[in-house]
T-cell receptor
Framework: EPEVTQTPSHQVTQMGQEVILRCVPI?????FYWYRQILGQKVEFLVS????????KSEIFDDQFSVERPDGSNFTLKIRSTKLEDSAMYFC????????????FGPGTRLTVL | GNSVTQMEGPVTLSEEAFLTINCTYT??????LFWYVQYPGEGLQLLLK?????DKGSNKGFEATYRKETTSFHLEKGSVQVSDSAVYFC???????????FGPGTRLSVLP
């Protein structure tokens, strides 16, 4: 069964460094999403992406965040200058099309900012 | 705004016990409702869903009914197994398939 994959599974970085989290959505899906879950808290929506542009973003998704689909398979989340409070589990999700109501999630990347 | 509230965990049950995890929501319009499950070390997996009032979602012995009058979507299973130990997330989507709003998750531990 096709699935969303994410790499790395765990990323440790120093405060102020840039990180790129990678996702490979399900191949025929058109809509892509990033969510994050700070330890012990809710899963929170960050951004949605369709047709090579951001379709919606939350207030969490400020100027230090960016997303990109650099080729036909990858979907990345970049954090330019990481802060301690960026430490969280980051989930990528994809959805097949406008008539699909289900998002399929990857296993997550645990980001630890020291 | 849109929000989801779940019962606080952790929930610890013996094998074959009856499970209920409560979920209530606040939303504009008519959301679709979902239960996702996260097994240890894995991502969020769709467990079941319901897209309109009175719909019942079911999968792997789990059930949940979309109750518009009580704005609830409680998850139930008649007889839990050790392999059901996981974190369960209730979620809604107000705009079809978009921008899910999750509850805080409920950790279930099933003891043999």
């Amino acid at each position: 069964e096709p699935e969303v994959t994410q790499t790395p599974s765990h990323q440790v970085t120093q405060m102020g460094q840039e990180v790129i989290l990678r996702c490979v959505p399900i191949s025929n899906h058109l809509y892509f999403y990033w969510y994050r879950q700070i330890l012990g808290q809710k899963v929170e929506f960050l951004v949605s992406f369709y047709n090579n542009e951001i379709s919606e973003k939350s207030e969490i998704f400020d100027d230090q965040f960016s997303v990109e689909r650099p080729d036909g398979s990858n979907f990345t989340l970049k954090i330019r200058s990481t802060k301690l409070e960026d430490s969280a589990m980051y989930f990528c999700a994809s959805r097949q099309g406008p008539m699909a109501d289900t998002q399929y999630f990857g296993p997550g990347t645990r980001l630890t900012v020291l | 705004g849109n929000s989801v509230t779940q019962m606080e965990g952790p929930v610890t049950l013996s094998e074959e016990a009856f499970l209920t995890i409560n979920c209530t929501y606040t939303a504009t319009g008519y959301p679709s409702l979902f239960w996702y499950v996260q097994y240890p070390g894995e991502g969020l997996q769709l467990l079941l869903k319901a897209t309109k009032a009175d719909d019942k979602g079911s999968n792997k012995g789990f059930e949940a009914t979309y109750r518009k009058e009580t704005t609830s979507f409680h998850l139930e299973k008649g007889s839990v197994q050790v392999s059901d130990s996981a974190v369960y997330f209730c979620a809604l989507s107000v705009v079809y398939g978009q921008n899910f709003v999750f509850g805080p998750g409920t950790r279930l531990s099933v003891l043999p």
